[in-house]
């Protein structure tokens, strides 16, 4: 599949391999559960056996081809051809199981997160992007990390080895695991509100001085990126 090569994507052809990262995942056989960027079905066809459901998305029309003969054997697999950062998503609960192009990660994970978030979601993704969302890898935040950490907690569940793809990508890989919260830390009503306040505080150095002296009386002592999950909630409450 030279084609997924330019968009960042880089496939795991070892079935067993997948296996073993769904075996650590929470997928039961009463999940419906979406696998984004499907390719040829290797990670569809080890989600068949487990989960209830199975939707196989993928974007390119010469790779549906394939992905519909290599999944007709499967009852409970549908294969859509779609773009994942337009497919409408399910109102019922769901899951995501997916080795997504990287170039997309963020996009795809502000997706989740802004519209009908799954219950889990489990993307295969570059370990330096995985560092920027957990809540607080080496002292720093980011302002996408900020943004889905009230909504999700977030933990990376395998390290990978780059001779497990074909072709071999030149970065780190990891499977990274976000668990819905069953209380957010800001109420989903007040979500878009959060994030606009986030991308506002990140992106202009004197808004959060301003900010950040009003709320607490006092000149913070570091940069928006040296806050932490707790400090932000708190932060945003009053704002």
């Known amino acids: ?19 073993n990262l769904i075996a650590k995942s929470s997928v039961t056989n009463t999940d419906v ?19 209830k459901k199975v939707i196989a998305v993928e974007f390119e029309p010469n790779t549906v081809e394939t992905l519909r003969k290599n999944m007709s054997m499967y009852d409970n697999v549908d294969v859509i051809e779609a773009d994942a950062l337009t497919l409408p998503l399910p109102e019922e609960p769901y899951k995501v199981f997916a080795n997504i192009p990287f170039h997309l990660s963020s996009k795809i994970v502000r997706r989740f997160a802004h519209e009908r978030p799954p ?12 560092n920027k969302l957990l809540p607080e890898h080496d002292g720093f935040s980011s302002q ?14 395998k390290k990978l080895r780059r001779t497990d793809y074909w072709p071999h990508p030149n970065v780190d890989t990891v499977l990274l695991h976000f668990h819905y919260r069953e209380k957010p ?26 900010a950040y002296v009003r709320k607490f009386g006092t000149v913070p002592k570091s940069t928006a990126s040296g806050l932490q999950l707790h400090d932000w909630v708190q932060f945003f409450s009053t704002n």
């Open 144 to 157: 996408l990390g900020m943004q889905v950490g009230v909504l999700f907690e977030i933990e990376i569940i």
């Open 1 to 19: 599949m030279k084609r997924l090569h330019q968009y960042s994507q880089y496939f795991i052809r070892n079935p067993r391999l997948v296996a």
């Open 185 to 210: 830390l800001v109420p989903q009503l007040e979500y878009e509100r959060y994030c606009r306040f986030i991308e506002k505080t990140f992106t202009n150095p004197d808004f959060f001085k301003s």
């Open 33 to 51: 559960v979406y696998d984004i960027g499907a390719g040829s079905g290797v990670i569809s066809s080890q989600l068949a056996p487990v989960a």
């Open 119 to 130: 219950v889990d979601v489990y993307l295969i993704v570059q370990k330096q992007f995985a």
